[in-house]
């Protein structure tokens, strides 16, 4: 089975511009603020706190002129038109949950995956330098536990990142959805 690492195609699409002081500058002032500022690191669903963000896209490359239907925010989250969570959502709705945001005065709706992918123990090796964990050397899911789920994350990989099967890539490719890219590199951090 092909995993994926989901990534933002940011070379050729435009980028959700929301930062860590927009967060703190929409809430309110009883809101728990580490919990809006981490959430896309971690699975607990959030949706009956959920604020709805007012941000914009802005361009992280100079050719990126177009909105994508698609994309992705801080590296766990899904950002997506109203018609692309028509079409994706009986499909992610068992792995996490959608959050309303405006962006530029218009609705589109974030994808807060709250899915772990279990990792296989024997194939999923940690990095050391001189001694210090810095990150993973080589990642495998077990496909056993992944076979059913659409998108997931890893935690041993922090949840920072957004992993998907082939039914997810086949869909978003099926209904033309742009915006991302599907690596097989799990572990790439690069946009090729």
């Given at each position: 089975?092909?995993?994926?690492?989901?990534?933002?195609?940011?070379?050729?699409?435009?980028?959700?511009?929301?930062?860590?002081?927009?967060?703190?500058?929409?809430?309110?002032?009883?809101?728990?603020?580490?919990?809006?500022?981490?959430?896309?690191?971690?699975?607990?669903?959030?949706?009956?706190?959920?604020?709805?963000?007012?941000?914009?896209?802005?361009?992280?490359?100079?050719?990126?002129?177009?909105?994508?239907?698609?994309?992705?925010?801080?590296?766990?989250?899904l950002c997506m038109t109203p018609k692309a969570k028509s079409l994706l959502e009986e499909s992610?709705?068992?792995?996490?949950?959608?959050?309303?945001?405006?962006?530029?005065?218009?609705?589109?709706?974030?994808?807060?995956?709250?899915?772990?992918?279990?990792?296989?123990?024997?194939?999923t090796l940690n990095e050391y330098s001189d001694g210090t964990l810095i990150g993973l050397k080589?990642?495998?899911?077990?496909?056993?536990?992944?076979?059913?789920?659409?998108?997931?994350?890893?935690?041993?990989?922090?949840?920072?990142?957004?992993?998907?099967?082939?039914?997810?890539?086949?869909?978003?490719?099926?209904?033309?959805?742009?915006?991302?890219?599907?690596?097989?590199?799990?572990?790439?951090?690069?946009?090729?």
């Amino acid at each position: 089975m092909t995993v994926y690492q989901v990534k933002g195609d940011t070379l050729r699409y435009q980028a959700v511009h929301l930062t860590p002081m927009d967060i703190m500058d929409q809430i309110s002032d009883d809101a728990d603020e580490m919990t809006y500022l981490r959430f896309p690191m971690r699975i607990t669903p959030i949706k009956d706190i959920w604020v709805n963000f007012k941000t914009s896209f802005y361009k992280e490359s100079p050719k990126a002129d177009d909105l994508p239907d698609v994309m992705i925010w801080l590296g766990g989250v899904l950002c997506m038109t109203p018609k692309a969570k028509s079409l994706l959502e009986e499909s992610l709705t068992p792995c996490g949950e959608f959050l309303p945001i405006t962006i530029d005065n218009s609705p589109y709706y974030f994808f807060h995956c709250t899915t772990y992918g279990k990792e296989d123990p024997e194939l999923t090796l940690n990095e050391y330098s001189d001694g210090t964990l810095i990150g993973l050397k080589h990642l495998v899911f077990l496909e056993s536990d992944i076979a059913s789920k659409t998108v997931f994350l890893s935690e041993r990989s922090r949840s920072s990142i957004i992993y998907c099967t082939n039914s997810f890539k086949t869909l978003c490719e099926t209904h033309d959805l742009k915006g991302l890219i599907f690596d097989e590199k799990l572990l790439n951090p690069f946009i090729e």
